[in-house]
């Protein structure tokens, strides 16, 4: 019964050609600059959305030319909506490393330099100055080692990866001595101890949750130890009754002991290289100084405080660099040109830019203090008119992110959007899915905009919206 009733619906359905010949249709393709083979696409999936409807009995039309009607009425949002899924989003939620929405953004110098790798040939593996064969490992590694002050340098796909090569690669078959205060999971995904067993290395653990003396290291050697490996907490503090003993001090004790073989790896984490604590904002320690301090290795993000692509940098000793460098997961690893492009140039900048802190989105974001963050929003609110919607300026806390720095708290300003006959819930949603998708915060029942992170043209894209919502 059901069956030759929905077939009889499904004798309407438009064909792709047909409606890609539609006027509203031709007309939105023209607007958007949309390839015709992308707008049948988009035909396509919603004449088979339109057709599991119909089955299920959801969807009725009375004719042929009503039920084209509402396919080319559910096509054409589609088409006005941004052709790509990796979208641009305006981030009002206050948190500058915010994993969800791409952690750091890259500097103006550093997009030129990718885009300018990425539209050209290049000398990723060419040496200019004997015309023979280069290496791109090398392309990176004076500016990272004059930037962390360590011997060598090798950069991988992201800290994982490093985290992965370096106990593969050093400590296979071999034990790893890792406080249990630090045997940490970060981002949901990125665990020490299943990439300890991946890796093929052997976990060790030893002292307690929150307190590990060097002692406890070192009651831990057996002739099978190779490396001593300390993780950064990053994304949680232990506080009360802690010990924590640091690289240079594991390092010493080693040595007292007679074991200067042991490899003392530090996974930074985040990796500053901006002094962020002399702007009295967290005591994270800047690469370089961990270094000096005896680690042997350390690896850290590119994407998160150093305010670069994702990438995974590993530095220290010449003889343990080399090691890796002549390892297969090297090439299994090795990054691509337009992400060796981006972090040259904001390792660059970092050495010899004019302005690190300004020109570096991440550190100039984290960095920005209230009192700037809030001439900035007023400087915004005055600038737009709205009937019924109020923004009402109002101080707040962002945060750092990206699993850095937790306990940091930067006073920041913005403000509450109340649009008059809507909820929090309804405001965040229309914000959420404009063309370009404005995220913020809803709390105490009302949407906030942290103006920490938005520049020019992240403003000028949510009034865009913000006069949308008003006049909906
Ligand atoms: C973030 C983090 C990682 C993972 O780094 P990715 O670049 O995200 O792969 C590893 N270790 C620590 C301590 C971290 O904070």
Redesign the pocket.
Known sequence: MSRTFSAQFLKLLPSVHELSEALEIKEAEKRNKLPFKYTRKLIRDKIELFRTQIIAGVTTAESKEEMSNLVIQAVLPEMEAVRYRLKPVVNATGTVLHTNLG?ARLSREAARHVSEAALSYSSLEYDISTGKRGSRMSLLEELLTEVTGTEAALVV???????YFVLSALAKNQEVIVSRGEL?E??GS?R?SSIMEESGARLIETGTTNKTRAADYINALTEETSMAMK?????FAVVGFTENVNSSQLKRELNAHGREDVIVYD????GSLYPFSSDNIGDEPIVGKVVKNGADLV??????LLGGP???IIAGKKSLIDKLKKHQLARVLRLDKLTIAALEATLFEYLYGENPKQNIPAVRDITKTQGEVKEWTEECTASITLDRTILTPEPSISKVG???MPLAELPTYGFYVDREGMQAAAVEKFLRTRKKPVIGRVFDGRFYMDMRTLEKEDWDAAAEALKELDEL
């Open positions: 952690r796909n992201n800290n994982a990866a490093a985290v940490v970060i981002g990125f020490v993780v950064h907490t990053s994304n996974d930074l984490g985040s690896s850290f993000s590119g994407d998160k994702q990438a995974g990206g699993g850095t």
